[in-house]
């Protein structure tokens, strides 16, 4: 299968590539490069022996998206990476978020019709699920736009209703709206992984930066949650499993729209995480209680059962593995790809 990978160059599509490239098919990726490096396709090259073609550009502008096309079509499917994905930052610029998660959409759809893809995948989130009630997290879960609590999450939903009413509209194109609960680790060659901008956001890449000294120690948001441990638990999965869910999920799109949770199912809290990474360092890491960070939920987790049911796909990589990959990346690549 010919792929084209919108945001491919980013921390999952370069995954992604990979899987795809393992599996026999053919990935070219569309990247502005805005949030990542060039880097990636020697290191996918060095991994797998290819080199995945790159169009540099903005998947929301058509004559990009057509460009790719010409380029190097035709496609069988179109995977929708292309987002920004800080929710923070999603609270304090609304408008960009919006647009761009939605315009990149709009583009891929116009063009990929028009050149008659058969299959479109997209990147969603597990954050369109709000209501603690609901856990674990099947995939009918009550789900409310305005129950979200960010412009990010937002807009991945109304994604998802963008797809949902084209697809209906155009039934020989088969949707996967697939939502990613945390994705971390990184390539086992260390070769590839997650290369944040400044000062990570999320759990996994700080504690990999307080581990190689960078930062001075992790922060724990709270630990007086009503969970076993009383810190958050999220539903962290290896980012090998989710490029490979992704893979599974071109060879098995269904007609219709269909969305599927990728997670473990397996809750593991902040004090976990840091001692699971802690054995892979063989150390202790500096660590102190902080306050609750605005907008958390104490817990997030799904039910992968119906990825597994209809795609044959399940994560079966552990929290250790995920820690021991990202430490292997962090200390082989402490200043990420440029560095
Ligand atoms: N967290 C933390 N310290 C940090 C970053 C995150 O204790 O420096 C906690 C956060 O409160 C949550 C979990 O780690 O319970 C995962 O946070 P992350 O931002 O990685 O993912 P998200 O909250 O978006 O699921």
Redesign the pocket.
Known sequence: MRVLLAGGAGYVGTHTAISLLEAGHEPVMLDDLSNTSSVVIDRIAEITGARVPLVVGDAADDEVVEGAFDAHGPFDAIVHFAAYKA?GESVAQPLSYYANNLDTTYALLRVGLVRGIRSFVFSST??VYSDPADLPFTEEATRNLVALSNPYSKSKLMNEQVLTDVQAAHPELNVTLLRY??P?GAHASGLVGEDPKGT?????P??ARVAVGALDE?????DD?DTPDG????DYIHVVDLAEGHVKALENAAPGTTAYNLGTGNPV??RE?VASFERAVGRELPKSV?P??AG???A?YCTPAKAEAELGWRATRTIDDMTRDVWNWQQKNPGGYEG
């Open positions: 929710v597990g954050t609960f945390n971390v990570p956001n999320n759990l996994m700080f504690v992790v922060g724990i948001f709270g949650y810190t958050g638990q999220r809290s902040v995480l902080k609750r960070r958390d939920l104490a997030t």
